[in-house]
């Protein structure tokens, strides 16, 4: 919104915080017949507004009256009346019913209290059911044959790997067969149903979501009034991987819960007090195959780092399968916010003070890559299901797993005047006050990148790599940012007297709070994890031979194992900070003509502006440089920080942007209760990054370059 990022904007639910801290984006959306009305301010924000640069989103959901009211709906779509699409063989099967309830009225338990004028209810309901099947027709299974080893009507001919010439008949001997390349082909892979060689399936989703929400407004007296509300959403879903017999599941519990009091002390002095408690809860796996079917039942001598979790597949035969199945998250994000707001009128002065605190945590376990993957790519036998078949991979990828326990906490505190200095002079004069505190780890799993420096915990780390608690190293990376003041200013004139002309403008400056999904992959680094890539293992069912095989993995936990743990020749950074790293701040200025003409039409022109300072992004710190004789094989000994580190991913504060626009809006209001709204802008957005994981630079360590039109930008 007027140049800000997909990520950047706030959203509240009945004044409350209502973010997802992990992705910065809305935890809950009631359903419409829930929703009293809602708001989106865009600029020119009241200093009471913060935490993000863009929009202010905030939805306020319907209470009780003296009357009871009530609703009731359903949706139904259905494959009945839907086309084949060209490339099904049948129709895809679709049945999905949203249905819903509401109720609302005064709060009366017969013979023990009546309600009306005092206490009221609302509740809500919805539930989606959802069953379908999408056409899934990439995948490319081995003919009879070619399982068998003839490959002789095959369009790529395989080579023996050992002689470098093709097999005899184009035939693979049995003898030579991986024996749990055999199994994996007869338990898990199909035959192909398609005179190209394709198996089209269609592929189940199930859906099954549902939410609540319950209000309660109550006067305590004639001057204090209470509310409280509940809203719980929970879905679980069902889903197919890249072949038949593989399947995930997704639970979402998703709460969140508001407790107000307004206090109307006098009739100029209002207090607000209100508590929020948000969560989202996570838990995505894998189902189990078959009847338990794992790498180790198909012979495959490797260890699962997670033998408590059911087994991920992962992994691809070039031109064949990608088998894609959902590795096991499981993450749990709380937040907590309690606001306290001050109102008072005095003369020609409307006041408001108050201050916020919000802290929010995020808990996740992710394994993924804890059972291996194995990539065939037919750089042995040119088929890459021979290769597959010979049980000769690429690769082989395994990895421990990995731990996150996100910490953050913010204050906040404003002062807001709307001084109304004339009749037709309205002066809007805020000040907010957001000092930025880095998020950290509750396990001081943070790691960072200091070159030439040696970290003390760790000291057989390679120079460089600190982490929390070493000297100059707090638990966040970086020090707190306190001198984050935001100017809000504003006005309102009305230049002539009949009062159809007004003119607005405005500037001010909001900070930014990232996203936690940035700053997760502290993990990655060693010794919180440990990663593996096997070149050219020796076979599939024996991708460790000749190798120590490393998991389960368990990382140092007491100082002398710290001092003694022992890292390789060549480690990943998953993440650092910069030592720079502040909150990320936009400035935004504005200015509006309105005018209102014959017929009640209202016209409006303006003109918006914003620079965003100081925006994060991740970038890569040790790129390979190229030189005479670079290849892919050579991608870590070209590395700047070569040969102690591969990658090192940063969070630095190196973005920037700007945005200009014109903006138009016409306003028609018809006798009744019609209007009609239209809008037109025309502007550019510009930056070097739209969003905070950034790739695809063509020198990480200069954005200049990448200077150019936003991904979100949209001419007009």
């Keep these: 919104v007027n140049g800000a990022r997909g990520t950047a904007n706030n959203y509240m639910l009945d004044g409350g915080d209502n973010n997802d801290p992990l992705t910065n984006t809305a935890s809950l959306v009631p359903n419409p017949d829930a929703l009293e009305e809602f708001s989106v301010l865009t600029n020119n924000f009241s200093a009471e507004y913060g935490r993000n640069t863009g929009a202010v989103i905030n939805a306020i959901t319907k209470s009780g009256t003296n009357e009871f009211h009530g609703s009731f709906f359903e949706f139904v779509r259905n494959d009945t009346f839907d086309a084949r699409s060209f490339f099904s063989l049948v129709t895809p099967k679709l049945r999905r019913n949203q249905f819903g309830a509401t109720l609302g009225g005064p709060l009366n338990l017969p013979a023990l209290y009546q309600g009306r004028d005092r206490t009221f209810f609302f509740v809500s309901y919805e539930g989606v059911r959802e069953r379908k099947g999408d056409t899934f027709s990439s995948l490319v299974v081995p003919t009879a044959l070619e399982r068998g080893g003839d490959f002789s009507l095959s369009s790529r001919k395989p080579n023996d790997p050992a002689t470098g010439r093709p097999f005899p008949d184009n035939r693979l001997p049995a003898t030579r067969f991986d024996p749990a390349a055999v199994k994996f082909n007869n338990l898990l892979v199909p035959l192909p149903n398609t005179a190209t060689g394709q198996h089209v399936f269609n592929r189940p989703e199930l859906l099954d979501s549902n939410q609540i929400l319950g209000r309660v407004d109550h006067s305590l007296t004639s001057r204090q009034r209470l509310t409280v509300r509940y809203f719980y959403d929970w879905n679980d879903q069902f889903l197919t991987a890249g072949l038949p017999v593989l399947h995930s599941s997704v639970h979402f519990k998703t709460s969140n819960a508001v407790a107000n009091h307004t206090y109307t002390i006098t009739p100029a002095l209002l207090n607000t007090a209100q508590f929020t408690f948000g969560r989202v809860d996570l838990a995505r796996g894998p189902e189990p195959v078959l009847d338990g079917v794992t790498y180790q039942t198909l012979g495959i001598k490797v260890v699962s780092d997670t033998p408590q979790y059911p087994q991920n597949w992962r992994g691809s035969v070039s031109g064949f399968w990608n088998l894609g199945q959902d590795n096991l998250v499981a993450i749990d994000r709380r937040t907590f916010q309690f606001t306290d707001q001050v109102s008072y009128i005095r003369g020609p002065h409307m006041i408001k003070l108050g201050g916020e605190y919000r802290g929010t945590m995020s808990d996740r376990v992710t394994a993924n890559l804890t059972d291996p993957q194995f990539t065939f790519d037919g750089r042995f036998a040119v088929n890459p299901f021979a290769d597959f078949l010979l049980g000769l991979p690429a690769r082989m990828n395994q990895g421990s797993l990995r731990q996150n326990e996100a910490r953050g906490q913010a204050f906040s505190f404003f002062l807001q005047d709307d001084y109304r200095v004339r009749p037709n002079l309205t002066l809007s004069l805020g000040l907010r006050y957001d000092p930025f505190f880095p998020f950290y780890d509750a396990g001081d799993q943070m790691s960072v990148f200091r070159p030439g420096q040696q970290s003390q915990l760790y000291p057989n780390a390679p120079a460089g790599l600190l982490y929390a608690g070493d000297p100059g190293v707090p638990r966040g990376g970086i020090p707190h940012d306190w001198n984050n003041f935001a100017p809000r200013f504003g006005f309102a004139w009305t230049p002539f007297k009949n009062n159809k002309t007004s003119v607005r403008g405005a500037y001010g400056i909001f900070y930014d709070t990232p996203r936690f999904y940035t700053l997760t992959a502290f993990a990655n680094t060693l010794p919180y994890s440990f990663q593996v890539v096997v070149n050219q293992p020796r076979s599939f069912s024996d991708p460790y031979a000749g190798l120590v095989d490393p998991f389960p993995y368990k990382p140092p936990s007491t100082p002398e194992e710290r001092r003694n743990f022992r890292y390789p020749q060549l480690i990943t950074i998953g993440e650092s900070v910069d030592p720079s790293l502040r909150a990320a701040y936009l400035q935004q200025w504005n200015l509006h003509v309105q005018r209102e003409v014959p017929g009640q039409i209202v016209l409006s022109a303006g003109y918006v502006g914003s620079k965003g300072t100081g925006l994060p992004i991740l970038r890569q710190l040790n790129p390979a440089v190229f030189r005479s004789g670079a290849t892919t094989g050579n991608i870590d000994a070209r590395r700047i920080y070569a040969p102690a580190f591969a990658g ?45 994981d950034g790739a695809g630079w063509q020198h990480p360590l200069d954005l200049r370059p990448e200077k150019g039109r936003s991904d979100f930008d949209v001419p007009q």
Aim: hydrophobic share 35%.
């Design 648 to 692: 090192i991913e940063s969070f630095d504060p190196v973005g920037a942007s700007s945005y200009h626009a014109l903006q138009l809006t016409f306003n028609k209001r018809f006798s009744g209760r019609y209007t009609l709204l239209a809008n037109y802008t025309f502007g550019k957005s510009l930056d070097n990054g739209s969003l905070e």
